[in-house]
């Protein structure tokens, strides 16, 4: 080779250095705003489940319904996210996680502006199962463009980031959209989240790298992870282990107004304290993961479920000790997010989001369960501390379901290793 060829491969050779350096370092510029935007289409997510709950007798009343009947939209939801999980995700999973985050975000805000002009509770129904139909794909999606986003061994804590959108509903977003609805009407309030996501919608285009489609199979394939024992464990740990946490908050309002002695306008309040430490319980779960296993870190922390569950049962008497548990609890129950997550992600390879999405179905299974058995002491006259004991129940039985799937996860080694193979 003669000099004039070796300066001329060696510039070529810089020059491509040059070009992917550059084309990391511009990725890594996008890597955090990216995520970020996933943060704030979380709390699009959030805002539309959770804002229910506050407004609810304001819908009772405007629509002349009553409260009980009002409640159907909060189960239809539920009911919409358990349909659209697999269904979203059949129709959009050969396509780029960034243009499908777009069109979750797109239909979010259609259907909640929808939902405000429905005149009819009829037609708040049909809409609120619309609304629930992207939340499990938006989350399923988002969760696999997290950890890809993310460093090596950090991709737990890139998660958890989306979630912390979750997290910004609870502590911002609810209390700030209760008030518009009771100050201006709870139209005002869905109208409201429409445009925050469009904003979401928007910041996916600018500012989510276009990375490629994770699905490696298609869909057909991709429901083999239907015949795995341990995604249908890992399934187990969500609808029915995290079933704990609505066992809990699902009765918080009597739980503090009739046993700890809080006044009834202090609820929000405590809410908003409950919504703080599941922020900061859902950073420290991304982290905890990172640095040991998903699996170990679900597992020890519905241990510190059932822990905390039973002291709320004893300390709630009392006003200041009552209120510490509601931040502990609230910390400890959204630290598992994030782990289970990664856990699917992990035990699902070549159908990521399907397995993904199927999670956020089964969390919302968990929602009606824990609320569902919670509420049954109370009706035998148990009294408001009883839904703890239930909770901490079904945290048990998450732990020992985490317990068959270690089990589970360490046959193929046992089956696979060869004599004399260390």
Known sequence: MNACTSGHFLSSYTNLLYEQQMNQTSFLKTMKPGLLTLTLGGMVVGMTEFMMMGVLPDVANDLSVSIPTAGHLIAIYALGVVIGAPLMTALT??????????????????FNTLFALAPSFGLLLVTRLFAGLPHGAFFGMGAVAAARLSEPGREARSVSM???????????????????SHEIGWRYAFFTIAAIAVIAALSINRWMPNIASSQTEGFGKSMRVFRQADFWLIIGISSIGTGGL??????????????AGFSAGSVSSIMIVAGVGMAVGNFIGGRLADRYSPLKTTGSLLIAMIAALLVVSVVSYFKAPALVMTFVTGAIAFAVIAPMQMLMISSAKGAEMLASSVL???????????????????????????????????????????????????????????????
């Not at 609320?371 to 239930?390: D, H, Q």
């Open 93 to 110: 999973s050969k396509y780029r996680p960034r243009y499908v985050l777009m069109g979750m975000m797109g239909l979010f805000a259609l």
């Open 162 to 180: 989306m979630f912390a959108g979750l997290t910004v509903a609870n502590i911002v977003g609810v209390p700030f959209g209760t008030w518009m």
């Open 246 to 259: 609505f066992a809990w908050i699902s009765y918080i309002a009597p739980l503090m107004t009739e046993v």
């Open 360 to 422: 956020q179905a089964s969390a919302n299974m968990g929602n009606a369960l824990g609320a569902y058995l919670g509420g049954l002491p109370i009706a035998a006259g148990f009294g408001y501390t009883s839904p703890e004991y239930v909770g901490a129940g079904l945290a048990l039985t998450g732990f020992m379901l985490c317990l068959a799937l270690a089990k589970v996860k360490k046959q193929p080694a046992a089956v696979t290793q060869q004599p004399g193979v260390a």
